[in-house]
């Protein structure tokens, strides 16, 4: 039932407690109770919840607001500030109630399952271990908003099989159970994210709700900044700026390969498409632009003056707009015009040179200006005007500038008496864009290691890298090996995979040790790509004998596939200077294959080394590894499991014609009937699988569908599928399926024919 789940015993779990859950964002809640189901209308709640009699006090059921009244087995809610229905909740469950005290007198508990998955009872060290952090969150975002947290308490609930990561619903947000990490898995998992990023909607989206979805940003784009100023104050700079530059990455990931559009758009077929890497992430970096341009104490104080101006009530941007030129004394038009009105990013080249006693600093922008769509008038401006940080250092004096950016190509020159130790462009992410830096191989190195910024020195590594001298390689392997910061080493990895040689190789082998779990996470996916005895013997040797590392472990599995891909299209020896790679026979192709079946019963958190054995598996390219993929798209494997497998099906499906039709029937199958997660992949699977023959379920299940992210993957891979139709290898594919298709249905009449005849005579 849309908005109202069940869960419960399943064949992969079948000591799991049941359990009853709503998730009303972004627009379920009328399918469960009437209403009207628009964020902007906002009302008081009072919900009734009766559970069955007979062992009413196993139960325990949470709602938005104040517990009113508990009578038996009768729970009543009651939420008398004014919210949205889709953010209300109801969780009945058999769960455990952990206190963690108050919050200037209100409430703070963690909520999860009685008994895990396997039947065991909830360990209490877990949950704080996890969510511990919370009244510390809770203090601080009410210091910095200058606005107390405003519901009288919060809950965080652990749900089984939920549909999103987290809800924000009022006073009680919704969790999924991947949270519940075992002491392996917490190695590289740091919940706090998620945690913060709820949490800041209890303000941003819950007590000032975005009037309609188009204003959606308002709630999105300040719970994603809320995780990067979190990290600044309870990590450091440099871990929040790292989780700026993700997002960044994340959004021109999107804006680069699927679609740019300006934050604020009208333009979508229903609401659940503008939940997006422009809302969440870019929103993210906008506010985060807003603030340097404005500075912290006009920012915040425009903070507080928004939250406080329209508390319990719809807002659209202009809401906010208004309350940060009201503090600030500015005139932000042209601000929110080129950042959230219009679409795109200035995409910048800066190059750095000193000649004569002047520093010469040419600045770029390089993106394709115009309508992001012929139908559309969103515009991706010409030139982005901004404010460029720039720091000049010589030894340990450092002069700040701002040059102001205006025009598509700008020339600016600076007194710079001898040349300088090195210049630093915006090391701190303060401008939402996507920044080159072209200079001298020695001020790169220097801003290697000692910029003033994380980001700054992620540049400098890519400058250093498109170098790609001896020196400046051997710059980037010195750093991998020697410096302190795990983000650093992390894109050193990166870029030292793609470079490839013998040095960079040396240097990922050796960074497969390093005592970081995701430094040697990032060194397993740099060096699989690289074809060489020693790369085979170390992913080999990490996928038999197991990590410390849950995360480490599963990407030498899903790595091994790739090996065995090689093996079949190359020269088995790799390298022929180096002798055969496969001279242990527990390194050869068909051994690999072996071990990735043998890891398919590997117990782990959230499956998730069986998860990547799948990945493994599908990556080989052998028809032979079918059965298994089909094997656990069944219902006695997890939901995460037959999601792997069923991704897995899809790329396989893509990689070798022969298993094509089997997977795709398979696929079809689940996206008609699987579970909601199942089916999610299922349809994703099928464009990657790019049969024509899956045109009919796509169009099908957009039609009829109930679940807004279900129709719009649907229609994403029906797309993808008609784009394989202008491709000629794709066309001459479908012509040929066409054919034997054709061919078989001709078989098929004529049998039927014949037996007709056998019994006319």
């Not at 598509?408 to 992410?429: Q, Y």
């Amino acid at each position: 039932m849309r908005g109202l789940y069940f869960t419960g015993p399943t064949p992969a779990h079948p000591k799991r407690q049941p359990m009853a859950w709503t998730q009303c964002q972004d627009q379920d809640g009328h399918f469960i109770f009437p209403c009207l189901d628009q964020p902007g209308v906002k009302h008081p709640w009072r919900v009734t919840v009766r559970v069955d009699a007979s062992d009413s006090a196993l139960w325990t059921v949470v709602g938005n607001g104040r517990l009113a009244a508990r009578d038996g087995a009768t729970w009543v809610w009651d939420q008398p500030e004014p919210i949205p229905a889709y953010l209300l909740t109801v969780v009945v469950g058999r769960l455990r109630v952990v206190d963690d005290g108050e919050v200037d007198g209100k409430p703070v508990r963690y909520l999860v399952p009685e008994l895990d998955t396997a039947g065991e009872p909830a360990d209490e060290a877990q949950v704080r271990r996890i969510f511990g952090r919370t009244p510390a969150m809770v203090a601080w975002l009410g210091e910095r908003l200058g606005v107390a947290y405003p519901w009288p308490r919060y809950d965080q609930v652990i749900v089984h099989d939920f549909i999103f990561g987290g809800m924000e619903n009022v006073a009680a947000t919704t969790l999924t159970d991947v949270m519940l990490t075992d002491d392996r898995a917490a190695m590289d998992n740091d919940h706090d994210n998620l945690v913060v990023h709820e949490l800041m909607h209890q303000w941003f989206g819950d007590l000032v709700t975005c009037q309609d979805w188009s204003q959606g940003w308002l709630n999105e784009g300040w719970a994603t900044f809320s995780e990067q100023i979190w990290k600044v104050h309870a990590m450091g700079a440099d871990e929040g700026d790292l989780h700026a530059w993700s997002a960044l990455g994340n959004y021109l990931q999107e804006a680069g390969s699927r679609y740019s559009r300006a934050i604020v758009s009208y333009r979508y077929r229903e609401p659940i498409d503008v939940f997006d890497r422009h809302l969440y992430e870019k929103g993210s970096l906008v506010l985060r632009t807003l603030r340097a341009e404005l500075g912290d104490t006009a920012f915040w104080a425009g903070t507080r003056a928004y939250l406080l101006a329209n508390a319990h009530r719809p807002v659209h941007t202009r809401d906010f707009q208004r309350s940060m030129e009201e503090t600030s004394g500015r005139n932000l038009d042209r601000f929110f015009r080129q950042w959230v009105w219009g679409a795109g990013h200035p995409t910048l080249k800066v190059k750095l040179s000193h000649s004569d006693g002047l520093l010469s600093i040419q600045v770029d922008q390089q993106q394709t200006a115009g309508p992001v769509a012929e139908d559309t008038e969103q515009i991706i401006a010409d030139a982005f005007a901004f404010g460029l940080p720039v720091t000049v250092v010589h030894g340990d004096q450092r002069v700040c500038h701002r040059l102001p950016v205006t025009r598509r190509s700008a020339g600016f020159t600076l007194p710079c008496a001898k040349p300088p130790d090195r210049v630093e462009i915006d090391p701190r992410l303060t401008v939402l864009a996507d920044i080159s830096v072209d200079a001298p191989r020695a001020w790169l190195a220097s801003s290697l290691v000692a910029d003033g910024g994380i980001v700054g020195r992620i540049r400098a590594a890519r400058g250093l890298a498109r170098d790609g001298s001896p020196v400046a390689i051997r710059t980037l392997c010195e750093a991998l090996e020697g410096d302190a910061f795990w983000g650093l080493k992390v894109e050193l990895a990166a870029l030292l995979g793609k470079h490839g040689g013998p040095e960079a190789r040396s240097a990922l082998l050796a960074a497969l040790g390093d005592p970081l779990p995701r430094v040697r996470r990032a060194a397993v996916d740099a060096v699989a790509g690289l074809r060489h005895p020693d790369v085979v013997a170390a992913l080999v040797a990490i996928g038999r004998d197991g990590d410390d590392s849950y995360l480490v472990e599963g990407a030498a599995l899903a790595a091994l596939g790739g090996v065995v891909a090689q093996a079949d299209i190359h020269d088995p020896a790799l390298d022929p200077s180096q002798g055969s790679a496969w001279a242990d026979d527990g390194v050869q192709p068909d051994a690999i294959v072996a071990l990735l079946r043998d890891a398919l019963g590997r117990d782990s958190w959230t499956d998730v080394l069986c998860q990547r054995a799948l990945e493994g598996l599908s990556r080989t390219r052998r028809a032979s590894v079918l059965d298994a993929l089909v094997e656990h798209t069944g219902a006695r494997f997890s939901e995460r499991v037959q999601a792997a497998a069923v991704a897995g099906l899809g790329r396989l499906a893509e990689a070798v014609s022969e298993t094509r039709r089997p997977a795709v029937d398979r696929l079809v199958e689940l996206a008609r009937a699987g579970s909601w997660r199942v089916r999610y992949f299922a349809l994703s699977a099928l464009g990657v699988a790019r049969d024509p023959r899956a045109m009919g379920v796509l169009n099908e299940i957009h039609d009829t569908a109930l679940e807004g992210r279900l129709r719009r993957t649907a229609w994403e891979s029906s797309q993808r599928l008609s784009q394989t139709s202008t491709d000629p290898v794709g066309n001459l594919r479908a012509e040929l399926e066409k054919l034997r298709e054709e061919g078989r249905q001709l078989r098929t009449r004529l049998d039927v024919l014949e037996g007709q005849a056998g019994r006319a005579g």
